[in-house]
């Protein structure tokens, strides 16, 4: 029983607080916002299992994620799930199996990433869930992606977006364009990248979304360094590290820091490289983000390689290949396999496996 307050009380008080919750999550307070809704949860004590304890968990774990608590978010993730299923809330618990997928792929934990998005999918479906089917199909795109099977990427990602066009959700739209933009670039078309990511950054910045603008900024540089367009990549990179930053976004600082890196090197400058790689390589490894460390490691490495220094190189592309068969990314794996093949010298350097 709860005291104090009636029930109908409290649960207006929690609903009155995840909102300003969400207010302050939307313009990137991320402490005020998880402020307000642990708020929210104290409200909701004693009120017994609601939809909105189970949304007010996930929404505080997406926080805790995004300021680089991951163990903490997927704490939250799983009370999450676990009212969805107290209520049988379809829709919340898929929402919950969602949010636990992204964080088991950053961690490399790829089978239970795959297996817990099938869940979401299908309860997504279940609950008629446009949106969220489509949320997950292009998380499933991104995965295919990492897993180089670029033909299933690009079949999860159309799917999304057209899941995502049904119910007319621009937004939404902005993230699979993002990631399409993304795949042509792997697949060596970045003329073709920049179109989908200039679609993307037309719906975000007539929206006034600074967060994604600052990802697809970031993947623009990309696509641009794969061109060696230098001066254009470095406007959108060092406009893309703002944003991050702006927003406490800890994984987006790491990706804008890995491409600046990226950038000085191509222009010959190691030193600025080095120091905008390492910055990105502690972020990666404060988040627990197999990806973004693989990354750099590889980029690192070519930079040690071109220096003369094997022995650094060996122990970078290592580690590096290391990071991407737990990640199940073979394509990235094969190719810095063939970097260290192709190394004088270097099969006495490699490190055993363990």
Not at 132 to 155: F, K, T
Request: hydrophobic share 45%; glycine share 10%.
């Amino acid at each position: 029983m709860t005291t104090g307050r009636t029930r109908e009380e409290r649960l207006e008080r929690a609903l009155t607080l995840a909102r300003t919750g969400r207010a302050a999550e939307k313009r990137r307070d991320l402490a005020g916002a998880l402020d307000r809704y642990s708020a929210a949860r104290d409200a909701l004590e004693g009120v017994g299992p609601t939809a909105l304890e189970a949304n007010v968990l996930r929404w505080s774990g997406s926080v805790l994620r995004d300021l680089g608590d991951i163990e903490g978010a997927d704490v939250l993730y799983a009370d999450s799930v676990s009212v969805a299923d107290r209520i049988n809330d379809t829709a919340a618990k898929a929402s919950g199996l969602n949010c636990r997928a992204v964080i088991a792929q950053r961690r490399g934990h790829i089978e239970d990433a795959i297996e817990l998005y099938r869940g979401a999918k299908m309860l997504a479906a279940e609950a008629g869930e446009i949106r969220l089917y489509g949320m997950i199909e292009q998380n499933l795109g991104v995965l295919a992606n990492i897993r180089g099977d670029l033909p299933r990427a690009s079949s999860h990602y159309h799917a999304a977006l057209d899941a995502f066009e049904e119910v007319a959700d621009d937004e939404a739209a902005s993230w699979v364009l993002n990631n399409l933009g993304m795949l042509y670039t792997d697949l060596g078309q970045p003329r073709q990248a920049e179109s989908f990511i200039g679609r993307g950054l037309a719906i975000v910045l007539a929206r006034g979304d600074r967060p994604m603008q600052g990802i697809l900024r970031t993947n623009l540089g990309e696509a641009l360094l794969a061109q060696e367009r230098w001066e254009a990549a470095e406007r959108e990179l060092s406009e893309a590290l703002e944003l991050a930053r702006e927003g406490q976004d800890r994984a987006r600082e790491g990706e804008a820091l890995r491409y600046i890196g990226v950038l000085h090197a191509q222009k010959g400058q190691e030193e600025l490289a080095l120091a905008n790689l390492s910055e990105a390589l502690k972020i990666g490894s404060f988040l627990d983000d197999f990806l973004l460390v693989s990354e750099v490691l590889t980029d690192r490495g070519a930079i040690h390689r071109d220096g003369g220094r094997i022995e650094e190189a060996v122990a970078d592309w290592s580690r590096a290949a290391a990071g991407f068969t737990t990640l199940g990314a073979s394509r990235d794996a094969d190719r810095v396999a063939s970097l260290l093949d192709a190394l004088p010298g270097a099969a006495g350097l490699r490190e055993s496996p363990s």
